[in-house]
């Protein structure tokens, strides 16, 4: 007959040599799991946008999107907006135009809990492609306002996935950068980061000549993302406008080279049917020169 301790023992010596062969397999395993969640990440993003390489933002939830040469293309981001049976993940592509180029919503078994047969069809290519090339604004179902036809008897759920891409639009698009040649602000220079992404020195035959910096202010309908050069003299050498969601027609003439270039002379007049947008760049360049001014030398 086995004693109390003998069965101690032996449950002991069983346990370690499970434990021992658990962590054997998880050390071998856990290398391959995780290179397997990478590989179907970027399977993922490349469905939705174009690009030789993605690099990471916000962890599992924002790319910047760039071509072989490391510009900047476009933008992936991820949104799990609340369907009628629960959260729907979904990937969206969008390019510097600030135009969707794909979206990918996960089937049922990568976690979508929709309706079989009803709410689910938001992943079929009838719905999903009408995504394809809309603006942030167009996001909407046609019942809405919108460009978007919902699936007959999942309004839920067709209204859900344009919420959250509609959000998700409206949440990055401060991230929607392009890549800018800094030498149209300072022609021969060559550029020291001072602060990242944000203020570089302009430096030319080993002296610095001025400063360059971006920044970022809100404008009528989104943020406005801008670049501004500024010599030793405190002089404006040029703004441009790396993104902006404004309204065409109206706020979008922030982008008239005819305006930017009067920072160049001093400070512009507001733009007449464009004055929230126009007047808060004006703003914002000030308030930036303020800011960055001790780094001028």
């Known amino acids: 007959m086995t004693s109390p301790r003998q069965m101690v023992v032996t449950l002991l010596t069983v346990a370690i040599v499970c434990s021992i062969i658990l962590s054997f397999v998880?050390?071998?395993?856990?290398?391959?799991?995780?290179?397997?969640q990478k590989r179907m990440t970027l399977d993922g993003l490349k469905q939705v946008i174009e690009a030789h390489e993605f690099v990471e933002v916000i962890p599992d939830?924002?790319?910047?999107?760039?071509?072989?040469?490391?510009?900047?293309?476009?933008?992936?981001?991820?949104v799990f907006p609340q369907g009628y049976g629960?959260?729907?993940?979904?990937?969206?592509?969008?390019?510097?135009?600030?135009k969707i180029t794909g979206i990918r919503i996960a089937s049922a078994a990568e976690g979508l809990k929709e309706t079989p047969g009803l709410g689910v069809k938001i992943t079929e290519p009838d719905f999903v492609q009408q995504f394809i090339g809309k603006r942030?604004?167009?996001?909407?179902i046609t019942k809405d306002g919108g460009e978007i036809d919902a699936i007959t008897a999942a309004t839920i759920s067709s209204r859900a996935v344009c919420s959250?891409?509609?959000?998700g639009i409206e949440t990055y698009l401060c991230y929607l950068t392009p890549s800018y040649d800094k030498n149209l602000l300072f022609p021969d220079a060559e550029f020291i980061e001072v602060i990242k992404d944000t203020l570089w020195y302009a430096v030319r035959d080993n002296d610095t000549i001025g400063i360059v910096f971006t920044a970022i202010t809100q404008g009528y309908i989104d943020c406005i993302t801008f670049i501004v050069g500024v010599n030793n003299g405190?002089?404006?050498?040029?703004?441009?406008?790396?993104?902006s969601n404004e309204t065409e027609g109206y706020g979008a003439l922030i982008r008239n080279r005819e305006f930017l270039d009067q920072f160049r002379q001093?400070?512009?007049?507001?733009?007449?049917?464009?004055?929230?947008?126009?007047?808060?760049?004006?703003?914002?360049?000030?308030?930036?020169?303020?800011?960055?001014k001790e780094y001028l030398k």
């Open 266 to 292: 001093g400070t512009p007049e507001a733009i007449t049917g464009a004055t929230i947008s126009s007047q808060a760049l004006i703003n914002a360049v000030t308030d930036g020169l303020t800011r960055f």
């Open 234 to 243: 405190a002089t404006i050498t040029g703004v441009d406008i790396l993104s």
């Open 61 to 78: 939830t924002l790319w910047n999107a760039v071509d072989s040469l490391g510009n900047t293309i476009g933008i992936v981001f991820r």
């Open 86 to 98: 629960g959260l729907i993940p979904i990937t969206v592509g969008f390019n510097l135009e600030e």
């Open 136 to 140: 942030g604004s167009q996001i909407s």
């Open 164 to 167: 959250g891409i509609r959000k």
């Open 26 to 36: 998880y050390s071998f395993t856990s290398p391959r799991i995780i290179e397997t």
